[in-house]
Structure formats: structure tokens, C-alpha cells
């Protein structure tokens, strides 16, 4: 059976009040699968919180094809209980057609909030794209024609407070 290499990487907004122990607990399915714990992406930072941030970089293998679907779903699922909703991850295929790497964005969130981040996501990469060829007050000019052309609260999330301690009451 072949595997495939993966990197899973962006940045998760928490909800307000979440605790590390409940993010632990909502991914420890996904990291099972892994083959590695919430302590060891930690101490690898391979998670890092960064107040009501958890920024992600994990590099696994993947064992049902191309695309582990199941577990990634699970894991979208997972995330949407811990997150604000309306952001998006990167899964990276180390091991693509031809050598190159592919990415696939996953957006979180309900379906309202998985199109805000699709229509993030894709401001996003215009942007990287763009930019460097309009100039930013172009671009700017750009996103703000796209943004009023949708009914969807595409703004950008006012994050949740910082990361509870595992102790600490619900406040």
C-alpha cells in the first residue's frame, strides 16, 4: 500500500473561551490517525497557539490515496466545534501527479461560513498573484468590487479572546 505525504497548515480562529483541553480533545481523532499526540505537534510546533489563534503546520503520511477524505472530513467537523467558522486550511500533497505539489483548500465553518472562507481564500490568492503586478491600492480597489458583489459577511473575523488555561472556569 502506498502513502502519500501530507502537510496540513493554516490558522484556526478559536472560539472565545475554549480551553488547549477541548481543542486536544476535538483533534485527538485526527491525530491518532497521524500517529502522533496533541504534546508532540506542540513540542514539534507543529501546533502553536498564539492567544485565540492555533496555527497549524503538521506534516503526516496518508495510507487510502491521494486525499485521506474520511479523516478530513472528521477533522472539519472537529475543527468547526473549537472555531469561529469561516476560516481555511491548506492540505498539501507532497506526493502529487508529476512531482508537484498540490494544495487543497478546506474551509470551516457552517455552509455560510465555508463560502465566506472560499471567498477569503480566493481574495487571498489573487492577492498573492495580483498585487504584484496592479500595485495594492489596485488590489484593494479589486477586493472591495468583489466584496460588494456578494451577499456573504466577508469581513475579517474579529478573533475570539485568548486561549483559556486547561484549569480555568468558563468566563
Same mark, same amino acid.
Given at each position: 500500500?502506498?502513502t502519500y505525504d501530507? #502537510? ?22 485526527? *491525530? ?11 513540542? #514539534? @510546533?507543529?501546533?502553536?497557539? =498564539?492567544?485565540?489563534?492555533?496555527? *497549524?503546520? *503538521?506534516?503526516?503520511? %496518508?495510507?487510502y490515496g491521494p ?9 472539519? =467537523?472537529? *475543527? @468547526? ?16 501527479? @508529476? ?17 465566506? =472562507? ?6 487571498d490568492a489573487l ?16 477586493? =472591495?468590487?468583489?466584496? %460588494?458583489?456578494? @451577499? ?18 468558563? %468566563?
Amino acid at each position: 500500500m502506498h502513502t502519500y505525504d501530507y #502537510t496540513l497548515r493554516g490558522t484556526v480562529t478559536l472560539n472565545a473561551g475554549i480551553t488547549m483541553l477541548e481543542v486536544e480533545a476535538a483533534l485527538a481523532p485526527f *491525530l491518532r490517525y497521524c500517529r502522533t499526540s496533541h504534546a508532540e505537534a506542540l513540542r #514539534t @510546533r507543529q501546533f502553536e497557539y =498564539a492567544g485565540p489563534y492555533l496555527q *497549524l503546520n *503538521l506534516n503526516f503520511p %496518508g495510507y487510502y490515496g491521494p486525499v485521506p477524505d474520511q479523516e478530513i472530513r472528521q477533522l472539519q =467537523a472537529a *475543527l @468547526r466545534t473549537v472555531s469561529m467558522g469561516a476560516d481555511y486550511i491548506e492540505l498539501i500533497n507532497h506526493d502529487a501527479i @508529476r512531482g508537484e505539489p498540490s494544495c487543497t483548500p478546506l474551509f470551516i465553518g457552517s455552509p455560510e461560513q465555508q463560502a465566506t =472562507a472560499q471567498m477569503r481564500y480566493g481574495l487571498d490568492a489573487l492577492r498573492t498573484w495580483v498585487e504584484p503586478i496592479i500595485g495594492s491600492a489596485a488590489m484593494d480597489r479589486v477586493k =472591495a468590487v468583489v466584496l %460588494g458583489m456578494t @451577499r456573504l459577511p466577508v469581513v475579517d473575523k474579529a478573533p475570539g479572546q485568548a486561549l483559556r488555561s486547561p484549569t480555568q472556569e468558563p %468566563g
